[in-house]
């Protein structure tokens, strides 16, 4: 009998196809879930199931309705949004999955940071607070530095450290101005004007890969970060793995992970965690359950005998229930770099993929931005400009290759008329 696995997922989004590519080696049917529109019948002409992520029961009833017609026998989240909903879908069909307050916990900064301080584990101080609250005497009783994190939006999205009371007060104006926005309130996560007030913790930042199966976690890799992350804003850029760390440190990274997995409550399915390393140990800053984002996890690629495969292949196998623990991770160096935009502007083109093609160990370049796409920088910013991928014997290599590609492309963005003013 052919196997079906329901992806939830925003209607776009570059891991899909990969996930399509995986399915069909396999053997396996996908069933796609976005938040569209359902009034429409199949309005893309793609089989999908047309949901609302926000309206959650309705969601679940649609789903399982479907379910009658085109049994399922997996499901997996793609994004944070829909991880709240795949969780109930799997307990609603009796499915492997996680458990609804588990998914819920961990797509929402302040519940998981309550979650593991009643564990016991390493957090930073926080507080949390809203977009409601009066910032100037709040301001003046923090301990600094701190950072102030919307709790609903990922990515770094409206992240920013403040050093003083003056840094917090413009820090929280324009946090919350961006969730004032409307791309930001028509998501309708339901946490929108929820602010989280942690205070920073120094260290080096490192991200971890890999499934979460009965409740243990099987790590693909550990992602070193090698630029330093202390703000005022976080972004994202390099991703290498190996990470030169010792066995030590990484095996406590692993361990810390685990707790934190373990006290949130999270039982099957992807695993997408970040932490902190620092002299007084390891503080896990996220734990979510879903896989990494956008096309990053091309940078992960896995070998059986001559093939070789990808995340998405080894998650949909995972999906179904096979044991994934074993996988094996190919052994090479490799690095992606989310190519960061410069300013905000109007995009209009690049040029140099040629010569950043040519660098040793640079496997492929893609630009993803859309001409005359309207770019953002950090902490407003919601993507990438594109990706740079990488592999070779050692992660130095790797590291220096998409720097070095990164260094050949020449970007035009013009500037944009601001609409926001007045």
Known sequence: MTKRVLILS?????????????AMELGIDLIFATDRCHALDDPWRDGAVAIRFHEEDAA????????????????????DRPVVLAARIAEALGLPGNPPHAARASANKRLARETLYRAGLRVPEFLPSSTRADVVPLAVRLQYP???KPVALSGSRGVIRADTPTQMVAAFQRVSTL???FDIRAQRYGSEGELLIESFIPGHEYAIEGVVTDGRVSAFAVFDKPDPLDGPFFEESIYVTPAAISAETERAILDAVQEATSAIGLRH??????CRVNPGGVYVLE???????????????????????????????HALGHDVSRES????AAAVMMIPIP?????KGVSGQDAALRVPFVEDVQITAKLDQLLEPLPEAGSYLGFIFARAPLPGQVEAAVREAHRRLAFSVVPAIDLRAG
């Open 329 to 332: 991770r190919e052994t090479e």
């Open 269 to 274: 399915g992807p695993l997408h965690a970040e």
């Open 287 to 317: 734990v979510a359950a879903r896989p990494i984002g956008g096309l990053c996890s091309r940078v992960l690629r896995f070998a059986s005998g001559r093939h070789r495969h990808s995340l998405e292949h080894v998650l949909l196998q």
């Open 60 to 79: 679940v009833d649609t789903v399982v309705a479907a379910a009658t017609r085109r049994p399922l026998h997996g499901v997996i989240a793609v994004g």
């Open 10 to 22: 925003t209607t776009t989004g570059y891991q899909l196809r990969s996930f399509g590519h995986a």
């Open 146 to 148: 701190v950072v102030l």
């Open 343 to 347: 300013c905000r502007g109007v995009y």
């Open 179 to 181: 969730l004032s926005r």
